[in-house]
Structures are given as structure tokens and as C-alpha cells.
């Protein structure tokens, strides 16, 4: 690692899984560890994290602390009530952040359903945005894109070039999104915002790419689930070859 700036980690969890279809997503077992002990644990140990504040129903507060007991140091972990949408529940989370000690100067933003994130996309997601105050995963979309049309039938074929799907850890200075964040929030313009780079590219200012993975997916369907499970598992044999 070549900074030691510390960070914040704020993991948005107060979604309701609607098109998960039943059950808790964030407590689907991957492997032996569930999806959101995965997606804790990812910060829990590095030592450029200081804080890590899951946003949530307070109704959950206390199942998801003793559920996160052995993955990470309860005083590193910070609760947070979620909002009605992603925006809100993120807000919330960084509002709270100016009465952490010492209050951090940057911040990750990442989803709670993304519990397999490779180190090495997190890594490089914190060097860019110590450097240019933020940084945004990206991978560059690899299929053919389609337009459907209200007939059901294609209705036009989308030019891929240059188009990239956002993924998590998203990652900024933290005075600089709290004041964006704000700005919007006083103009009644977050309600369509889906993501956090947004708020930064709304106020005018850069978001730099990094280098985003496939194996950074999100568990939105229970499909997502069987892929993250196979590649738990061949991430497993690999190691245990390895140790071989
Ligand atoms: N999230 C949140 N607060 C909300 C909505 C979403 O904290 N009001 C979180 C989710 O818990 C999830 C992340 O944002 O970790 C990404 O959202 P998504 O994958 O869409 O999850 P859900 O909103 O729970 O699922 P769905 O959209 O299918 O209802
Ligand atoms: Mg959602």
C-alpha cells in the first residue's frame, strides 16, 4: 500500500432486496461466510480503514452486530439508520462521519450486496482518490447492447464504445461529497441520483475511472447468488492448491 491516509468505509444495507424475491440477500450464506460478512470483512483488517458505518433499519442494529462480531472490531463499527432510497441511506451515513475520531478525510462508498470486491480494486480505487479526491470502478461493458421497443421487439442496437458499468467501492474526499451531497439535497436534485459519482458529476466536478472486475458483482437476483457461490468456491481450491 503506498498511502496511509485513512478512510472511511460506509456500507449502504437498508435496501430491501425486492428483486432478490424473498429472504434477506445480505444474510445468504456464500461458502460459510454470509454476503454481508463478506462485504465487511473486505475493510475490516486494512490499515488504512479506520471506520467502517453500516447504514440500516435500526430494527436491525443489534442481529447485524452480533451477526458481524467475529468479522470485525465492534469499535470500528459504526450504525447508521438507512433511508427510503440509496441516496438517503448514504447521506445519513456520511452526515455522521464529522463525529467520528479523527474524523476521516476520504471515504468508500460500498454496496453491501458486493461481498466478493477483488483487494487489488479497492486498493487502486483509494491511491486515485488520495490523489485526485475520487475514484470510480469501472468495467468496460462487454456485451452488445439493445434497445427493447414497446412491441417487445428490438428497437435500436446501442453503440458499447465507451459505455462502462459503475461498481463499488466508490470513493472521495469526504468534505467535498458531504458539501456536493448538500448542495443537491437543498436543491430537491438526489431523486433520481443512484449512485454517488453522480453527485459529483452534477455539481461539475471530475470523477477519474479505476479499474473495476467482473468478480465485483452485486447480488441483485438469486441467480447472482449461484455465480458468487461458484466463484467462492473455485477462489477456495485455488488457494488450497496453491498451499499444496
Ligand atoms: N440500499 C440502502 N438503502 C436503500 C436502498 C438500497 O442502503 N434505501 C443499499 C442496499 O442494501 C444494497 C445497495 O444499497 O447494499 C445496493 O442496492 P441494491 O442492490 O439495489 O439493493 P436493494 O435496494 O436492497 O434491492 P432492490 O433494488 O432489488 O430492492
Ligand atoms: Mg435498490
Known amino acids: 500500500m503506498t498511502h496511509t491516509a485513512s478512510f472511511a468505509v460506509i456500507i449502504p444495507a437498508a435496501g430491501s432486496g425486492s428483486r432478490f424475491g424473498g429472504g434477506d440477500k445480505l444474510l445468504v450464506d456464500l461458502g460459510g461466510l454470509t454476503v454481508l460478512q463478506r462485504s465487511v470483512a473486505l475493510f475490516a483488517h486494512r490499515p488504512d480503514v479506520r471506520h467502517i ?19 470485525v472490531s465492534p469499535d470500528k463499527l459504526h450504525f447508521v439508520p438507512g433511508g427510503r432510497e440509496r441516496w438517503e441511506s448514504v447521506l445519513n451515513g456520511l452526515r455522521s462521519l464529522s463525529s467520528l475520531t479523527p474524523p476521516p478525510l476520504f471515504v468508500g462508498i460500498h454496496d453491501a450486496a458486493r461481498p466478493l470486491t477483488p483487494p487489488a480494486i479497492i486498493d487502486e480505487a483509494f491511491r486515485v482518490t488520495v490523489e485526485r479526491d475520487a475514484a470510480l470502478p469501472c468495467l468496460a461493458e462487454p456485451a452488445t447492447l439493445k434497445r427493447m421497443g414497446e412491441n417487445g421487439c428490438v428497437a435500436a442496437t446501442i453503440d458499447r464504445r465507451g459505455l462502462y458499468q459503475a461498481q463499488t467501492p466508490q470513493c472521495f474526499n469526504v468534505a467535498k461529497l458531504l458539501a456536493g451531497f448538500e448542495k443537491l439535497h437543498a436543491a430537491n436534485q438526489l431523486a433520481d441520483v443512484t449512485d ?18 467482473p468478480l465485483n458483482l452485486k447480488i441483485t437476483t438469486a441467480a447472482d447468488v449461484e455465480l458468487a457461490r461458484a466463484i467462492v468456491a473455485s477462489s477456495t481450491s485455488t488457494d488450497s492448491s496453491h498451499a499444496r
Open 53 to 71: 458505518t453500516l447504514v440500516t433499519a435500526p430494527d436491525r442494529f443489534e442481529a447485524y452486530r452480533s451477526h458481524l462480531r467475529s468479522i
Open 196 to 213: 454517488d459519482a453522480q453527485v459529483f458529476e452534477r455539481n461539475g466536478w471530475p470523477v477519474p475511472i479505476s479499474t473495476g472486475s
